[in-house]
């Protein structure tokens, strides 16, 4: 009797043993980079106390650079519908955290409540670079390290000024689109985006030439090197079906030099596949 009894105390520890194992997991899940734009849309933004400010409601990129250059964070009203939408820097945010599906914020809650607002029709005038300065002087102004900071705020006469409303797009825009070559061919549609908040990093493009339900191929194509056409509904990269036929595979190293990156154009797989 003594024996069995030992047996099923040894069982329950080691059941206790593997299900405190399998919470820990799951609490300190760290995101691998890239990133991807839906993966990010929906998560919880924590600041500096580890307190809840909002949730990620869009990225906004810079089609010049390819660079992330704002986070959409929302927060408060009913039910979640109808937040109020704030900006945050892309340097401010960071998804090195322990806390599952939960990303961090360079900033108290008591300087988020202050931090601009955002709305869709703001987009093109973001583009300029004093607008985008004066969102960087705001947080540095209420004590906010900034990384990379002086780049940001000088430096911005060496990039072209366009503000047109091709320049800055919101994240959810860009997924859908279709992407044609210079010779309006299509090439497929844009099905995700590969992001990191860090400067040293290029968005690209997950582009699928996948057609209803036949599987198809995907492509890794440097945001920088897409432009709008047709009024912005499709996007053209300047390449020919020859360059995506011979196209090397994207990789960790493409990523980690994404800002020099050329070719532009990489054949895609899933992690793992």
Not at 3 to 25: D, M
Not at 103 to 123: C, D, E, H, V, Y
Not at 172 to 194: A, F, P, W, Y
Not at 203 to 212: D, E, G, L, N
């Amino acid at each position: 009797m003594l024996k069995c009894a030992g047996v099923v105390k040894t069982l329950a520890t080691l059941v206790s043993v593997l299900a405190f194992a399998q919470i820990a997991g799951a609490q300190s899940q760290v995101f691998s980079l890239p990133l991807k734009a839906e993966q990010l849309v929906g998560l919880k933004v924590e600041d500096t106390d580890g307190q809840k400010i909002g949730t990620v409601r869009n990225l906004i990129l810079d089609m010049r650079t390819g660079e992330v250059k704002f986070a959409v964070i929302g927060s408060g009203g009913l039910a979640g519908i109808h937040p109020t939408l704030r900006l945050a820097p892309a340097q401010i945010m960071s998804a090195a955290t322990t806390k599952r599906e939960t990303l961090s914020i360079n900033a108290t809650l008591g300087q988020w409540k202050g931090a601009p607002t955002f709305n869709r029709s703001q987009l093109a005038s973001l583009a300029e670079p004093a607008a985008a300065r004066q969102i960087t002087l705001y947080f540095i102004k209420t004590g906010t390290r900034m990384p990379g900071t002086s780049r940001n705020l000088s430096g911005t006469s060496d990039v072209r000024i366009n503000t047109s409303s091709c320049t800055l797009k919101l994240a959810n825009d860009l997924i859908g689109r279709t992407v044609v070559n210079s010779e309006h061919q299509k090439l497929g549609e844009i099905v995700d985006l590969l992001v990191g908040f860090s400067q040293s990093h290029t968005a690209f493009a997950i582009v699928s030439t996948r057609k209803f339900f036949v599987r198809g191929r995907e492509y890794a194509i440097s945001l920088r090197e897409l432009t709008c056409a047709d009024g912005n509904s499709r996007l053209i990269v300047d390449t020919n079906i020859t360059t995506f036929q011979n196209a090397p595979p994207f990789s960790q190293q493409v990523w980690d030099t994404s800002s020099l990156t050329n070719p532009a154009v990489f054949s895609y797989s899933k992690p793992g596949q």
